[in-house]
């Protein structure tokens, strides 16, 4: 159980403040050719314009001079970046995505956010510069295809993006929740650190979109979570978007997810706090989910966050770590047995106790 002490840091002070995340507004704002004929194309225009950011149309639908001297210039330039593309037609076929949900589908690749344990590092190629896809409609309407007969189908939307992050210039997020509130036995699922949600609470979702936000303990978000919303404020937005409507919230299905779980110094009083903090922001009976996601990294994501954030101290030792390979081959770097056992039966257990209507969907 050495791992239990894996980023133990006496200088990390509770997480106290409740900070909205700041809108996200790029520095630079590139369309492309083909992006500036999609009707959704012009209506991402129309958004950006009202913000007063500078436009740049490309001669050519390849993006480029995206490239620093150094990784991490190529990061900053492209972190401030957003682009406006069309979807490849390969994005047309979709993947599964378990254990989040049957299918996942991409409305954007990028995030304006900073977690030092970024989930899309060694995921997506090339600078990580933030590419929104301005065929959305076709993009929509090829997912009925992937719906089942027999049962509901779920669709994940946020494997490679933040899509609330990126929804004050794109409005792309409200736009898939009104497709799929028109769909019978199809739901979207769709997660963030962010809490710009007032938009979205008056839309007819008709109860097929279930809304998440990923939360962890203070001192992990507050130390590795940069240009998020605080969890505070990530809770207040589940809040509103779990209210039913006549008191004024969204009345989504909601579902926490807490990701990355770290084993840090006194990690069960830091954890014991976050669930106090979720119990008071869910006060209330709503329909509840839990996914329960352990700390995990691979050769490849080291080596891109290691350039990233070359500062950073979060914990990829290989040497505390068990080795779990997949059925192509690839490995990843994941606690021990032991550690994951008394960390499931942790949150399993706090979950039982004080959600006794909440369903764990799964613990990796
Ligand atoms: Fe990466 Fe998610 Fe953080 Fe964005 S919010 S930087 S996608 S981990």
Redesign the pocket.
């Known amino acids: 159980m050495s791992s239990l002490n894996a980023i133990a840091d006496p200088t990390i002070s509770s997480e106290s403040s409740t900070h909205k995340a700041r809108l996200w507004m790029p520095e630079r704002v590139v369309f492309t050719p083909a992006a500036l004929d999609e009707p959704w194309g012009q209506q991402i225009l129309a958004r950006v314009r009202s913000l007063n950011l500078p436009v740049e149309e490309l001669s050519r639908n390849r993006l480029s001079g995206l490239r620093g001297e150094t990784e991490r210039e190529t990061y900053d330039i492209s972190k401030r970046t957003l682009a406006v593309v069309t979807a490849p037609p390969s994005s047309f076929k979709l993947s599964p995505i378990p254990p989040s949900a049957d299918w996942q589908f991409h409305i954007a690749e990028g ?5 030092q ?4 590092a060694g995921s997506l190629q090339g600078p990580p510069v933030i590419r929104v896809f301005a065929n959305l409609p076709q993009i929509l309407d090829n997912l009925a295809a992937y719906e089942s007969s027999e049962k509901t189908t779920t669709f994940e939307v946020s494997c490679y ?2 899509p609330l ?1 990126i929804e004050h210039l794109t409005g792309s997020l409200a736009e898939c929740i009104r497709y799929f509130g028109t769909r019978d036995r199809a739901q979207l699922r769709w997660v ?2 962010f809490d710009g949600v007032d938009e979205l609470l008056s839309l007819p979702h008709n109860n097929g979109t279930r809304c998440r936000i ?1 939360v962890n303990a203070a001192p992990i978000s507050g130390r590795f ?1 940069g ?2 919303a605080s969890v505070t404020s990530r809770l207040q937005a589940l809040r509103k978007l779990a209210l039913p409507p006549k008191e004024g919230g969204g009345g989504y299905p909601v579902g926490i997810v807490i990701a990355p779980i770290m084993p840090i110094e006194e990690w069960e009083l830091h954890y014991s706090q976050l669930f106090d903090a979720i119990s008071a922001a869910l006060d209330f009976d709503c329909d509840l989910t839990f996914e329960l996601i352990s700390h995990r990294f691979t050769p490849g994501s080291k080596e891109v966050l290691t350039q990233w954030y070359p500062h950073s101290k979060l914990d990829m030792d290989e040497e505390n770590r068990s080795v779990k390979r997949n059925k192509f081959g690839g490995i990843k770097y994941v606690y021990d047995a032991d550690t994951m056992k008394a960390l499931r039966r942790f949150f399993e257990g706090e979950i039982a106790k004080r959600f006794p209507n909440g369903k764990i969907l799964y613990w990796t």
């Open positions: 995030c304006p956010a900073h977690c344990y970024c989930y899309l993006t933040d992050g963030s650190k990923s979570e240009g998020t």
